[in-house]
């Protein structure tokens, strides 16, 4: 079964730098684009970027946009979002989340989703 | 930068039907998802392409989407179903994914 399962959350302070990772289990992920969306607290969903199955192509919200860098490594099944220059607002649940294939790329829906690690940026 | 607007609550009293609006400028024209997510869980997608179901989802829950509005209909509602929802679009002229600001659905 599909699983994905994030890591890397915890508290870091502001201007500092954090790395997420995402595993993902349960199907050929070189296929798939992959995203990160994230949760502040009591907050509503927010998309923060994607990658395409190759890595090739890479959007990002405005909001992270120069500071977070997603990346994909195919060969170990695993997603990354690099996180710098951290402020306050960016304090929420990261989740990692498949799209869809390369046909389909983006208008795909986040069909599977891990449980989230929580990013909390303060001093 | 595409804006999708939900009503912030919807409440429903057992066994009645449920409407949840998606509203966006020419929204008809994009695919729509919907994703419910219930208190310390993470979002599990209901319905995808406007209204299909992936496996697994009842057959209560359904979507439509035309104009400027999509709508997540969830028939016969149980208190189960009581949790926060949200619609998905690609917005294919700036390259970045929007969400609605959910709604709360809350069983009667």
């Known amino acids: 079964q599909v699983q994905l399962v994030e890591s890397g959350g915890g508290l870091v302070k502001p201007g500092g730098s954090l790395r997420l990772s995402c595993a993902a289990s349960?199907?050929?992920?070189?296929?798939?684009?992959m995203s990160w969306i994230r949760q502040a607290p009591g907050k509503g969903l927010e998309w923060v970027s994607y990658i395409s199955s190759s890595g090739s192509t890479i959007y990002y919200a405005d909001s992270v946009k120069g500071r977070f860098t997603i990346s994909r490594d195919n060969a170990k099944n695993s997603l990354y979002l690099q996180m710098n220059s951290l402020r306050a607002e960016d304090t929420a649940v990261y989740y990692c989340a498949r799209g869809g294939a390369e046909i389909t790329g983006t208008t795909s829906p986040f069909d599977y989703w891990g449980q989230g690690t929580l990013v909390t940026v303060s001093s | 930068s595409y804006v999708l607007t939900q009503p912030p609550s919807v409440s429903v009293a057992p066994g009645k039907t449920a409407r949840i609006t998606c509203g966006g400028n020419n929204i008809g024209s994009k695919s729509v998802h919907w994703y419910q997510q219930k208190p310390g869980q993470a979002p599990v997608l209901v319905i995808y392409y406007d209204s299909d179901r992936p496996s697994g989802i009842p057959e209560r829950f359904s979507g439509s989407n035309s104009g400027n509005t999509a709508t997540l209909t969830i028939s016969r509602v149980e208190a189960g179903d009581e949790a926060d929802y949200y619609c998905q679009v690609w917005d294919s002229s700036s390259d970045k994914g929007v969400f609605g600001g959910g709604t709360k659905l809350t069983v009667l």
């Open positions: 349960g199907f050929t992920f070189s296929d798939y684009y």
